[in-house]
């Protein structure tokens, strides 16, 4: 990756106004969480959701890249500190890139099928490093990146994360402008919020305001328990991988996902850009987070009698419908149709309680479970893999 250095910007104010006192940094309080989960929340696949921009300074031509941050304190909405809105656009709008995604599938009579998809992305990099979604890019077989200045490229697989949703491409590019890095552990309720993502996949670039509606929230998404901050700023599909900035100009969220349903509206979250730093370095040096633990299995929820029967299984509760081979499921002998009963003592009710569980582990952890095979329990404990870079991705 290509060496430079960020310098620091003297952040411009209204006449006669005085900037606030930095705000100390708040203490996360978990009583503050709340968990939502279902079809109300959505991580859009087809693209929604506003990424992030990271900076990176590499220290030399062999050094992991390392994320530069910016020092300047976020600012509420209430106040004249910071930056215009037309000024926060000036410096942020080129780090932005609209991405669209093709992938194949084959249907019947073995014949191919390209499904369109698109989000957006934040550059990282002036040589063409770029943070989107995983759910983004998941599956594609071709991604193409549209700069604000129109150029498109295609553009080249480096490492995603399912877990936390995050992603790296990269484009043969040289003096792009990446975005400017913040810190959301310095946000408050209230503070502004900036969106700028590629909305319905055809509108790059569009620029949208609101406030940081809440800190932590922990959302179940597709099976994925995440902690997010919630924003007002109008969020739409294609925004995914787009980037949520500060008073300042500066990178404080991934936004990937919004509430949907009959008038909801104002309702959108993002992940929190301290949380997403170590992802997105662990993705440009190794392509995978390598402390990932793995069990190898996919599970299904059975919770109903017509489910029931579809699966052939007597009972409701969270099933093992397929078996990696070559994973720690495997070499434990756990087998499609074995129902999960515990994880290390806890009564298992959804899968994304038993992905909880596993995500709380380490590779090489050690994991007891109970499960149910032919109407018998049985104990079976085993050692954690790593995720490793399983990814699929073929651009």
């Known amino acids: 990756m290509e060496d430079f250095n960020i310098t620091e910007e003297t952040i411009m104010q209204e006449p006669q106004k005085q900037p606030e006192e930095p705000k100390p940094k708040k203490a996360k309080n978990p009583m503050t969480k709340r968990v939502l989960s279902g079809a109300a929340i959505l991580a859009l696949g087809f693209g929604s959701g506003v990424g992030g921009a990271y900076c990176y300074n590499a220290l030399n031509d062999d050094s992991t890249p390392v994320i530069q941050t910016s020092t300047a304190t976020p600012t509420s909405a209430k106040t004249s500190s910071g930056l215009t809105y037309t000024q926060i656009a000036e410096k942020t709008m080129d780090s932005v890139v609209a991405i669209q995604t093709e992938s194949k599938t084959t249907g019947s009579f073995m014949q191919d099928y390209i499904t369109e998809g698109a989000g957006s992305g934040v550059i990282i990099s002036k040589d063409g490093y770029i943070v989107t979604n995983h759910h983004v890019i998941d599956g594609a077989s071709k991604v ?39 810190d959301s552990d310095q946000l408050s309720v209230g503070d502004t919020a900036v969106a700028i993502g590629n909305p ?8 949208t305001t609101g406030v940081i509606s809440a800190l932590d929230r922990e959302l179940t998404i597709d099976g994925e328990t995440m902690t997010l901050m919630q924003t007002n700023a109008a969020i739409n599909p294609g925004n995914s991988g787009g980037g949520l900035f500060d008073a300042n100009g500066n990178l404080i969220g991934i936004v990937n996902a919004k509430s949907s349903g009959e008038s909801i509206e104002g309702l959108g979250f993002a992940i929190p850009i301290n949380d997403a ?57 756990l087998k499609v149709g074995d129902q999960i009963i515990q994880m290390d ?37 085993l050692t954690l893999g790593n995720s490793g870079n399983t990814d699929t991705n073929q651009f």
Do not use: C, W
Request: no cysteine.
């Open 200 to 207: 319905l996949g055809t509108l790059g670039g569009t620029f």
């Open 345 to 381: 003592g806890e009564e298992i009710d959804s899968a994304s309680e038993a992905k909880k569980i596993i995500h709380a582990h380490k590779a090489g952890d050690q994991l007891k479970m109970i499960v149910k095979r032919d109407g018998k329990e049985m104990t079976i404990t």
């Open 144 to 182: 193409t990146v549209t700069l604000k200045n129109g150029k498109t490229y295609n553009a080249k697989y480096v490492g995603s994360d399912e877990q936390s949703d995050l992603a790296v491409i990269k484009i043969d590019a040289d003096d792009l402008t990446p975005a400017v890095l913040g």
């Open 277 to 333: 730093k170590t992802v997105i370095e662990e993705l440009l040096e190794n392509g995978y987070v390598t402390t990932r633990a793995k069990l190898g299995v996919s599970m299904v929820d059975v919770e109903d009698e017509m489910t029931a029967m579809r699966y052939g299984v007597s009972s409701l509760g969270v099933y093992i419908a397929q078996v990696e081979n070559g994973t720690a499921a495997d070499e434990a002998g």
